[in-house]
């Protein structure tokens, strides 16, 4: 079946640190893959997303790399902020006509000042 | 536009109650799906609207749940004999029409409904 697996959290990071979050994916055929963030109170929102193999998505300084050989997509961003701290969810769509997302636990960020 | 709307943010009920759940998506996006989000769990795919049609449903739904999409605008999401099983947040989400592949048809997210059941 189809699944996604991201490293369990919470992460806690100091304002300025280094952000990686891992995921790796299981799927039948060539997903679609996705980052989505979740702050408190709001709904889920698109962070990024990668649609082939080697394709990069990034937005507001997060990147992921679509890598087919590892099965993975894991997010990074090079200097977090406090309001970065939300629930990061990796997510796949197989490549049919509708997008039914099969998402990861979900991992806490905590950053602080 | 406002984005996608929920009604209601938190509803606390009995087991054995009947509750509903309305979801408003953007005014023009065809697609409009339900997910239920368990704590500390990621979101899982309930089903799929393509205007009024219902074109699939997760196992997930058993036959308490009931979803509708009347005329192709709003939907409700019923269940029927609450359990506190049940007890989770509601997502409901639309999208344009679009192959995923083109990145057309991006979801955009509700604030979600949360279900207590007691």
């Known amino acids: 079946g189809n699944s996604v697996t991201q490293m369990e959290g919470p992460v806690t990071l100091s304002e300025e640190a280094f952000l990686t979050i891992n995921c790796t994916y299981t799927a039948t055929g060539y997903p679609s893959l996705f980052w989505y963030v979740q702050y408190p109170g709001e709904g889920l929102q698109l962070l990024l997303k990668?649609?082939?193999?080697?394709d990069k998505g990034s937005n507001k300084g997060f990147e992921a790399t679509y890598r087919k050989e590892t099965t993975s997509f894991h997010l990074e961003k090079g200097s977090v902020q406090v309001s970065d701290s939300a629930v990061y969810f990796c997510?796949?769509?197989?490549?049919?006509?509708?997008?039914?997302?099969?998402f990861g636990t979900g991992t806490r960020l905590l950053v602080s000042p | 536009d406002t984005g996608v709307s929920q009604d209601p943010r938190h509803k606390i009920t009995k087991r054995g109650q009947n509750v509903t759940f309305r979801c408003d998506p953007i005014s023009e996006h065809n697609r409009l799906y339900w997910y239920r989000q368990t704590l500390g769990q990621g979101p899982e795919f309930l089903t799929y609207?393509?205007?009024?049609?219902?074109?699939?449903k997760s196992r997930l739904l058993s036959d308490r749940f009931s979803a509708e999409r009347p005329k192709g605008s709003f939907s409700t999401l019923e269940i029927q004999r609450t359990e506190q099983g049940d007890s989770a947040m509601y997502l409901c989400?639309?999208?344009?029409?679009?192959?995923?592949?083109?990145?057309?048809?991006?979801?955009?997210f509700g604030a979600g409904s949360r279900l207590t059941v007691l």
């Open positions: 609207f393509q205007n009024e049609a219902q074109l699939e």
């Open positions: 997510a796949l769509a197989l490549n049919t006509g509708f997008q039914k997302l099969v």
């Open positions: 989400a639309s999208s344009p029409v679009g192959r995923v592949v083109s990145g057309a048809n991006v979801l955009t």
């Open positions: 990668a649609t082939k193999a080697d």
